[in-house]
């Protein structure tokens, strides 16, 4: 037997496994509705946070962060920009807790501009850092070279005063700010969008700002964006608060800035709880636990701006599932997946147009590894929904257990629909048929017992279905973690590990084929995306 035949029975074994061991297998319909989009997201949906933190930033005995921040992350790793350019364009946003007392080391400071230090009386136990231009220069040189959309969190505490308990008073002094955004207007970089402050709205964390005084700042942050990009053909959007939901103070941030001023109302999500909390792992697999803590969230922000500030769009601005750097051996592994697209999904139904993920590299929740850049399961998570989920949100229903989540967008770039599948149960296989309520188009019909050559030319791609076999093809992306691990670093495609390729490039993510009229089956604990490129749905012409 020839090395080519034997790798093909190993791969279709690795690929029938979780079927075959599964305990029940269950049929269902999902229905969806192609005549209408019932929400739409921005182009560049997915989005990576960069942080501040230096070394010594650290949580339950571990310090997580090494050298990832800004001021320090190494710019010059191949497989860091390759990793950004594998998107081709990936939203970044710089900031995080340390943001608001960031000082920009050009024009007239009343201070020194020095790095963060440890100290008992700082936020967050740090002194205030500084951005250095020549850093600023480094940065920008890399986000050109690697396409980046660059979203820049300021500092909303600049010249303000510490009143009692967290609270801050006083004007905002925007000097600094303008000072900082005319070097980088002089020095041609692009910025799609700059954020006001970091979770200080509401009670806040770590400090707060009232709503009175956030919302005469940023008419006066509005003005300065104003006047220095006056010559430019386009301004930058501005975002705001970057905080926790709070539906009073969010309304009424609308109300005192005034239409027209805020163009983005961003808010943060951490709904895991800390990052050493013993539930982490149940809670990721309990749909109930899921859809409870944040479906309504989302559907509330939404309907915030339709009422208050119909001018503005909603984005996720920061959301690491677990706060407090994340979850040892459980952010960076294959099982956060599960939460991280499921609030994607979730998210989408709701119209927020972006969603950024804490972080791009950094404590236990980075898409990368700190130190090598390697990919964490996550980030391929990330890719996939970049590539396939296009702009367009359809309706839809199912008879489907509450442990299959199922998410559906217009393709992207492309004609038909993409079907995003999350199968929670730890039991059950999923037999899904398809329609689109006038007709069947897929049929979830048990599985019949077929010849060796037939499955094998079913589950890869590459052996036998092509145009000549007389049917239209369907593209499957199934993944799973390695070794059947629900906390492996290792993510299959397939049943092939993705993992850097021995040039170091990020490795291709092929799908397998099948007849487009055949049942699709989901394991139980793997996720997958079903592109359908020739469902009939008007809404995605």
């Given at each position: 037997?020839?090395?080519?035949?034997?790798?093909?029975?190993?791969?279709?074994?690795l690929l029938l496994l979780g079927v075959t061991s599964a305990t029940n297998m269950e049929q269902t319909t999902i229905v969806i509705d192609g005549s209408r989009q019932i929400a739409e997201i921005d182009e560049n949906f997915v989005c990576a946070t960069l942080d501040w933190w230096p070394p010594e930033k650290c949580n339950y005995d571990q310090c997580p962060w090494g050298y990832a921040s800004l001021i320090n992350l190494n710019f010059s790793s191949p497989l860091l920009a390759k990793a950004i350019q594998a998107f081709k364009t990936l939203r970044i946003r710089i900031g995080g807790s340390l943001q608001d007392q960031v000082i920009y080391d050009v024009g007239d400071l009343k201070t020194p501009c020095t790095q963060f230090k440890k100290t008992d009386d700082g936020l967050?136990?740090?002194?205030?850092?500084?951005?250095?231009?020549?850093?600023?220069?480094?940065?920008?040189?890399?986000?050109?070279?690697?396409?980046?959309?660059?979203?820049?969190?300021?500092?909303?505490?600049?010249?303000?005063?510490?009143?009692?308990?967290?609270?801050?008073?006083?004007?905002?002094?925007?000097?600094?700010?303008?000072?900082?955004?005319?070097?980088t207007v002089s020095k041609g970089y692009a910025i799609d969008s700059w954020e006001f402050g970091n979770e200080l709205s509401g009670s806040g964390i770590g400090a707060s700002v009232s709503v009175e005084l956030y919302g005469s700042d940023l008419k006066v942050l509005k003005d300065v964006i104003n006047n220095v990009y006056k010559s430019s053909r386009t301004k930058p959007l501005l975002l705001a608060p970057g905080g926790f939901y709070e539906e009073k103070w969010y309304s009424e941030l609308f109300r005192l800035s005034g239409p027209g001023v805020l163009d983005v109302m961003t808010h943060h999500i951490y709904n895991l709880g800390p990052g050493n909390d013993p539930k982490l792992v149940s809670r990721i697999l309990d749909p109930k636990y899921l859809s409870g803590t944040v479906s309504g969230l989302f559907k509330n922000v939404d309907r915030t701006i339709q009422e208050h500030g119909p001018w503005a769009s909603a984005w996720v601005g920061e959301a690491g599932g677990a706060f407090n750097s994340g979850g040892r051996q459980v952010s960076d592994t294959f099982i956060n997946s599960f939460w991280y697209l499921d609030q994607f999904g979730m998210s989408s139904m709701h119209n927020t147009k972006v969603y950024c993920r804490q972080a791009l590299v950094g404590g236990f929740y980075g898409l990368l590894e700190k130190e090598t850049f390697v990919p964490n399961p996550d980030y391929y998570s990330a890719l996939l929904w970049h590539r396939l989920m296009g702009k367009g949100v359809l309706g839809v229903q199912t008879n489907a257990s509450e442990y299959l989540r199922t998410y559906v967008h217009c393709?992207?770039?492309?004609a038909g629909i993409t079907i995003l599948l999350i199968n929670l149960s730890k039991q059950t296989t999923f037999t899904v048929g398809v329609s689109n309520g006038l007709k069947v188009v897929l049929q979830a019909e048990p599985r019949k017992r077929r010849s060796f050559l037939e499955t094998i030319k079913s589950k890869v791609s590459w052996v036998g279905n092509k145009a000549s076999d007389g049917y239209m093809n369907r593209e499957e992306y199934h993944l799973s973690p390695k070794d059947g691990d629900l906390r492996s670093k290792?993510?299959?495609?397939?049943?092939?590990?993705?993992?850097?390729?021995?040039?170091?490039?990020?490795?291709?993510?092929?799908?397998?084929?099948?007849g487009v009229k055949s049942p699709v089956y989901i394991s139980p604990l793997t996720i997958s995306f079903i592109v359908l490129p020739t469902f009939d749905a008007p809404a995605c012409s």
């Open positions: 037997m020839s090395n080519n035949v034997c790798f093909l029975v190993f791969l279709s074994c967050f136990g740090f002194s205030k850092g500084c951005l250095y231009m020549d850093r600023w220069d480094e940065l920008n040189r890399f986000f050109h070279a690697t396409g980046a959309i660059v979203t820049f969190g300021l500092n909303a505490l600049y010249g303000k005063e510490k009143l009692g308990g967290n609270a801050y008073g006083g004007e905002w002094d925007h000097t600094n700010t303008q000072d900082f955004m005319n070097y393709s992207k770039g492309r290792i993510m299959l495609l397939n049943g092939n590990p993705l993992e850097p390729t021995v040039t170091g490039d990020i490795p291709k993510l092929e799908p397998v084929k099948q």
